[in-house]
């Protein structure tokens, strides 16, 4: 091995978000990571739903706004078309007490 080109390698402690405290060898130090073996999905076959800084909560108020516009939007759809049905059946409503 070549003298000065690899890393130090130190003891090492990883704390996960969860509490959970692992002790390894690596090159940092210290780690924090926000999820481990002891609480990720796949390890643990618990669905858990984790929200990173509110993302899931901004996605839904994003696209709240827009099904909101896209139900008011077929509300009026189907008011014009219930408009123009009743015009349609006035209209021949009249004719026939004309006849």
């Not at 959970?20 to 796949?42: D, G, L, M, Y």
């Not at 984790?50 to 706004?65: H, M, N, Q």
């Not at 827009?66 to 219930?82: C, Y």
Request: aromatic fraction near 6%.
């Amino acid at each position: 091995m070549k003298d000065k080109i690899h890393p130090k390698y130190f003891e090492t402690t990883i704390t996960c978000a969860c509490g959970n405290v692992i002790n390894t060898r690596s090159t940092v130090k210290n780690i924090r990571v926000e999820i481990c073996s002891a609480c990720h999905p796949f390890f643990t076959g618990k669905q858990k739903l984790i929200d990173t800084a509110g993302r899931v909560e901004r996605f839904r108020r994003k696209y709240k706004s827009l099904e909101e516009k896209k139900e008011n939007k077929e509300a009026q759809s189907v008011e014009k078309q219930d408009s123009a049905l009743r015009q349609a059946k006035g209209g021949e409503q009249d004719r026939t007490a004309e006849k």
